[in-house]
């Protein structure tokens, strides 16, 4: 699928730091100065500024010695022949190339420039962070350290010119510290690592900036992962026809539960049903079949004690969804086995990755046996270590690459948990915004498995799916949200998705 195709879908082009940096050379190659766009980047944040903060005083830039630096001189210029008290502290003696045009340009618009020894922002102040630009990588060293502790310290509004410093654009992650923004004013084309890992907790509101590039410098350019447009999802998906009925929409089969895990067969299989299946069958433990009715009356219940009666649902089922509770006893192993040797779409989820973790021999054997099956995982990151046999913080330093490796590894569309999902196919990788810390409890995964599971049922592909569940997920999490993120639970989430599987 080509550039324009994907973004006809309802995706957005995200890139690499490196790609980005590459645009810059190709626009001043086509006859752009490179101070030109220094001047746009600063002008561009300094009406950011201005916008956000209209009152505000004094301002204080920290400005790094390269180009982002040059990006917080253009500011400092333009505050102070605005009027603006404005303090600029430099952490290098010298700016380079065109950063020292506008560190001189600072001066001469009355901007005192210091070097910085340890000075705290002024009470009341704006911060900006013009430190580190988008190339940055690896541990913060000296002054740079200690200057971004003594701005987090402070507890102004800071904004953050291109990426907070200290935070890899590539990853999501850093090394131990960086910028806390309020907002983060990126440029170019929007990076892939202001999406997931630990950016929502330094990146504020985003917003980008252009500067009145030509599209034609992004051509033959891949983007290096895409964002999901919901709403365009939701559109391009359309309504139901008229005459619809429920063998046009899928049979959904949830397998698991174990002893003390029943909630979890409960909330993957209401979500199924609330995200649209035309029909959920539920395989668990014969002591769990009322409790189930009695939840949810819709969903057809098999004890999984009765050979039967699961050989007949999963005959039946169109989609299969195991793992919720299934935990890893010989129970729950004789129930993914039969799964695994099924022929409908197949979802893996929590149990079931860790029984495949201990022992994929017979994962690999079905897949070369039916090499063109659906299936799907969706892991954790502590999962997904498990399945890539590495640590956990492994998974989370490249959370984009690691997806991308348990998809090729497992021959599946892999959905990576955690702030920031990263879905992917093994070839390209997408990342999903929203969602909220009240997430951060029991039987949410569960959630999201019933409706990748409904999804698929009703003929969506494997991504597809898996980005329009990730996105609902998370606005049914925000409106679940709305009076308080503490005590969210799963069935707050099940209660939204009605609404906003309908676009509502």
């Known amino acids: ?55 505000h005083s004094p301002i204080d830039i920290f400005c790094g010695g390269g180009n982002n630096g040059g990006d917080g001189y253009i500011v400092a210029a333009l505050a102070a022949q605005s009027g603006m008290a404005v303090r600029c502290w430099a952490l290098s003696e010298t700016s380079r190339g065109d950063a020292n045009i506008a560190r001189e340009l600072a001066c001469d618009a009355g901007v005192n420039v210091q070097l910085w020894g340890g000075q705290s922002p002024a009470a009341g102040a704006v911060v900006v962070d013009a ?3 988008t190339g940055f990588s690896g541990p913060l060293r000296g002054q740079y350290r200690h200057a971004i502790e003594a701005i987090n310290s402070a507890g102004c509004p800071v904004l953050a010119i291109d990426a907070p410093s200290g935070l890899n654009c590539d990853t999501g992650m850093h090394e131990g510290l960086a910028i806390k923004a309020s907002l983060t004013l990126s440029f170019i084309a929007w990076k892939q690592g202001l999406f997931t890992g630990l950016a929502s907790q330094h990146c504020g509101e985003l917003r980008l900036d252009g500067l009145g590039i030509e599209t034609r410098i992004f051509e033959h350019t891949e983007p290096s992962a895409w964002r999901t447009d919901v709403d365009a999802e939701l559109r ?3 309504a139901r026809p008229v005459a619809a009925h429920k063998g046009m929409y899928g049979h959904v089969l949830v397998a698991g539960g174990d002893y003390g895990t029943a909630g979890a067969v409960v909330l993957a299989a209401s979500a199924a049903a609330r995200c649209g299946a035309g029909l959920v069958s539920c395989v668990t433990r014969p002591e769990h079949v009322a409790p189930l009715l009695s939840q949810r009356p819709e969903v057809m219940a098999y004890p999984g004690a009765d050979a039967q009666a699961w050989a007949e649902a999963l005959g039946r089922a169109s ?20 799964c695994l040797q099924a022929q409908a779409p197949l979802l ?35 999962e997904a270590a498990r399945l890539l ?16 490796a348990l998809a090729k590894r497992y021959r599946a569309v892999v959905l990576l948990k955690g702030a920031g999902t990263v879905i992917s196919d093994g070839v390209t990788c997408w990342v999903n915004e929203g969602g909220n810390p009240g997430m951060a409890s029991g039987g949410m995964g569960d959630v999201l498995s ?16 898996c980005r329009l569940a990730a996105a609902l997920h998370c606005r049914a999490a925000d409106r679940a949200a709305q009076h308080g993120e503490r005590g969210l639970l799963a069935m707050d989430l099940v209660a939204q998705l009605r609404g906003v599987m309908n676009g509502h």
């Open 131 to 133: 430190l580190l630009g």
């Open 1 to 55: 699928m080509d550039r324009s195709m994907r973004a006809a879908a309802g995706s957005l082009a995200l890139y690499t730091a490196e790609q980005v940096q590459e645009f810059d050379r190709k626009a001043i190659a086509a006859g752009t100065p490179g101070f030109e766009l220094m001047h746009r980047a600063g002008a561009a944040a300094f009406a950011c500024l201005q916008q956000r903060w209209p009152q």
């Open 236 to 238: 391009q998906w359309g």
């Open 450 to 465: 019933g409706m990748i599971a409904a999804l698929l049922a009703q003929h969506l592909d494997a991504v597809t799916a």
């Open 348 to 382: 893996l989820d929590a149990d079931a990755l860790n029984i495949l973790a201990a022992d994929a021999t017979r994962f690999d054997e079905q897949c070369a046996q039916q090499p063109d099956r659906i299936r799907v995982m969706t892991p954790h990151p502590g």
């Open 389 to 404: 046999k590495c640590a956990v913080a492994e998974v989370q330093a490249d959370r984009f690459s690691s997806c991308k």
């Open 319 to 338: 989609v299969l969804a195991v793992g919720p509770g299934l935990g890893q006893q010989v129970w729950g192993k004789t129930l993914l086995d039969d």
